[in-house]
C-alpha cells in the first residue's frame, strides 16, 4: 500500500520532510508511521509535532533500512507521511488486521 501511495506522490519518505509539510494545510500529512527502530529524539520530536498540528503518529512494526528497501530507496527512511486520507485509511486497516 506504501508503494501505491508512493507512485501517486502522495507519501512523504524522511523525517525532515514531514515536519516541513506539517503547517502547510491542505498540503500536510493526514498519517504519519514511525518505525520502531527511529531513534527516541526522532520519535518524540515527529510525535510533539503531531499532536501540536492534530495528525495522526503511528509505529510502524518495520525497520529503517526494511522501509528504505520497501520503498526502492538506497537510505533508511525514519518515518514516512501519507498526504491522503484515503491511503491512509486503507493503512490503519490494514494495521489493525482488518482486511475487509
Keep these: 500500500m506504501l508503494g501505491l501511495a508512493r507512485r501517486a506522490g502522495r507519501l512523504v519518505i524522511g523525517t525532515e520532510q514531514i515536519c516541513r509539510l506539517m503547517p502547510k494545510g491542505n498540503a500536510a500529512p493526514v498519517l504519519v508511521l514511525i518505525s520502531e527502530r527511529a531513534s527516541e529524539n526522532t520519535r518524540k520530536k515527529l510525535t510533539t509535532k503531531c499532536e501540536f498540528y492534530?495528525?495522526?503518529?503511528?509505529?510502524?512494526?518495520?525497520?529503517?533500512?526494511?522501509?528504505?528497501?520497501?520503498?526502492?530507496?538506497?537510505?533508511?527512511?525514519?518515518?514516512?507521511?501519507?498526504?491522503?486520507?484515503?491511503?491512509?485509511?486503507?493503512?490503519k486497516k490494514l494495521s489493525l488486521g482488518d482486511g475487509t
Excluded at 59 to 76: I, Q, S
Design 54 to 91: 492534530g495528525i495522526e503518529a503511528l509505529p510502524l512494526n518495520v525497520d529503517m533500512e526494511e522501509l528504505g528497501r520497501l520503498l526502492g530507496k538506497t537510505y533508511a527512511p525514519a518515518a514516512v507521511a501519507l498526504t491522503d486520507a484515503s491511503f491512509a485509511q486503507a493503512i
